[in-house]
């Protein structure tokens, strides 16, 4: 490679988008992935980077068509293997950081990148489906999985538990999404022209994005469901009540 051809290369890398999975997919392979992976969940600078996507692009980069669609053919007996572990190790730092620091962890103004509310709505998940759901349920949620981990840490969650949590939910999003894009690629060609790919990978994204959500929406409606339930309940007193009130009317 000469000169020119190695400044090009650097000027693409540099000016690669984050958001852009398909981009950095091309651009770093399996480290790409790897480190992209341990960052969305351990470092809470990386809650902008499209995991979802880019587990879901990543899969189909395993297939048989996979140059066709993405242009780079991995493996998917390493990715299915180490993708999962760094996803837990990441987010075992952010439980550590959490236990370590507790709440100065958080206590940052708010910026174009950081919001408290996203420590908030973590808090949130973590306190209202417990830590074992949460922490399971936060891999398919894109920024609270980044920071519920460090907000296990700060209320205490016992390591061990969130191990054994950590380990089911990080297999679970990584790998099902992984095997999701796998098995999907051949449909994928079936129905867009190899050629017309690249103009869909927005859309797909967006459904990669509400698929991983569709969990946690199943959660809160039934929650919904559940505080109307109640709410019917107290509002509507047991018939034998409701009698002896009347009675105590006509009197």
């Not at 999907?184 to 990978?201: G, R």
Request: charged share 20%; glycine share 8%.
């Amino acid at each position: 490679m000469d000169t020119a051809e190695k400044t090009r290369a650097l000027s693409d890398t540099l000016s690669l988008n984050p958001l852009d999975a398909k981009g950095l997919l091309k651009t770093f392979g399996l480290i790409g992935i790897w480190v992209i992976m341990f960052a969305e969940t351990g470092l809470m600078v990386g809650f902008f980077l499209p995991g979802d996507s880019l587990l879901f692009l990543a899969g189909i980069a395993a297939s048989p068509v996979a140059n066709e669609i993405v242009g780079i053919r991995l493996s998917l007996g390493w990715m299915l293997l180490v993708t999962p572990i760094c996803a837990i190790t990441g987010a075992q730092l952010g439980h550590w950081l959490g236990a370590r620091y507790g709440r100065p962890l958080f206590n940052r103004p708010n910026s174009r990148l950081f919001k408290q509310e996203y420590v908030d709505k973590a808090e949130h998940y973590f306190n209202k489906y417990g830590p074992a759901k949460a922490v399971v349920l936060a891999r398919f949620i894109p920024i609270v999985r980044t920071f519920l981990n460090p907000v296990a840490g700060v209320l205490r969650m016992p390591a061990r538990e969130f191990f054994v949590w950590n380990v089911i939910g990080g297999v679970l999003w990584t790998d099902g999404i992984i095997l999701a894009g796998w098995a999907l690629a051949k449909q994928i060609t079936n129905v867009i022209p190899p050629e017309k790919i690249d103009s869909y990978i927005i859309p797909v994204t967006l459904l990669i994005v509400f698929l991983s959500a569709l969990p946690i929406m199943i959660e809160v409606g039934r929650g919904y469901a559940e505080r109307r339930r109640n709410a019917r309940t107290i509002a509507t007193p047991p018939r034998d009540e409701a009698t002896a009130a009347a009675r105590r009317d006509d009197i």
